[in-house]
């Protein structure tokens, strides 16, 4: 259910290009929404994690401006969600969040392989790169 989602999803970022978008406060207030209707939906305190390129500054600041979005929380039904950046490489050894969101240049195969070791949902703005 979780990555049948993903690419629903992935389109609601999309702004009809063919190329990566920068994610926007709404885009994140719709990922934010949408979670709730995960079975089972997150609840309590959860997180994001926001997936970048280690080893790559734009990547990294791109993961750190998406987890700003987040602000102090935003609710996702029974959740409040908070958001971090994790290198792609890390992603295997982190556990407990929620979805993942993946960062401008961070690569989507390692996020899509985190996402379904987790069943958790993978949103990208990469349109040629959809989770």
Do not use: K, N
């Amino acid at each position: 259910m979780a990555i049948g989602l993903a690419a629903c999803l992935a389109g609601m970022v999309e702004r009809a290009q063919a190329q990566s978008v920068p994610m926007t406060a709404g885009d994140v207030r719709i990922v934010a929404r949408a979670l709730g209707f995960v079975q089972p939906a997150p609840s309590g305190d959860a997180w994001v994690a926001v997936v970048f390129a280690p080893g790559s500054a734009a990547s990294r600041a791109d993961a750190d401006r998406i987890a700003a979005l987040f602000g102090d929380g935003l609710r996702s039904s029974q959740a409040l969600l908070q958001a971090r950046p994790v290198a792609a490489d890390a992603l295997a050894a982190t556990d407990g969040y929620v979805a993942l969101i993946v960062a401008a240049s961070a690569p989507v195969d390692a996020a899509m392989q985190a996402a379904r070791a987790r069943h958790v949902v993978c949103v990208t703005s990469e349109i040629a790169e959809w989770c």
